[in-house]
């Protein structure tokens, strides 16, 4: 099952002054800095009610959010689902017809296990699968 949006990830080519513009524009602070080794980048978390915002910066330029802002400039980078079990999930949008990115899902920001969907089969959006680790795992 997905339960909601869980954050929108935007890119961003400098976080220290995007938290500062962020933190403006939201009248907060983010709640977590986290690099995610696995990714290369270096994100920070806004909580939104319900959802969050993520801010990444590319730690080089092997990291994905590199090439998309030397393609596409800063902006939204992916939309983040929370769903209950991700591997049922992963199977089920795999029999419907999705490519994903990694079948194996890798350790993401924020606690959490991710996948994600190739933009080509979801109209260009990068969809992001999360799961929240449970504490025994
Ligand atoms: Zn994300």
């Known amino acids: 099952m997905i339960k909601k949006i869980e954050h929108i990830g935007i890119a961003v080519k400098n976080i220290e002054s995007s938290n500062q513009l962020f933190e403006k524009l939201l009248g907060k602070k983010n709640y977590k800095l986290e690099k995610v080794e696995s990714e290369n980048v270096s994100t920070s978390f806004f909580m939104l009610g319900e959802t969050k915002i993520e801010l990444l910066e590319a730690d080089n330029t ?6 998309f802002i030397e393609k596409r400039g800063e902006g ?3 939309i983040a689902l929370d769903v209950e ?7 089920r949008l795999k029999n419907e017809g999705f490519e994903i990115i990694n079948d194996l899902v890798k350790d993401g920001a924020d ?7 190739h933009p080509k089969t979801t109209n260009g959006v990068l969809i992001e699968l ?5 504490q025994h795992q």
């Open 62 to 67: 092997t990291s994905a959010i590199s090439k």
């Open 111 to 117: 606690n959490k296990k991710i996948c994600f969907l």
């Open 85 to 91: 079990d991700i591997d049922f999930e992963i199977n």
């Open 130 to 134: 999360c799961e929240e680790k449970k």
């Open 76 to 78: 939204i980078h992916h």
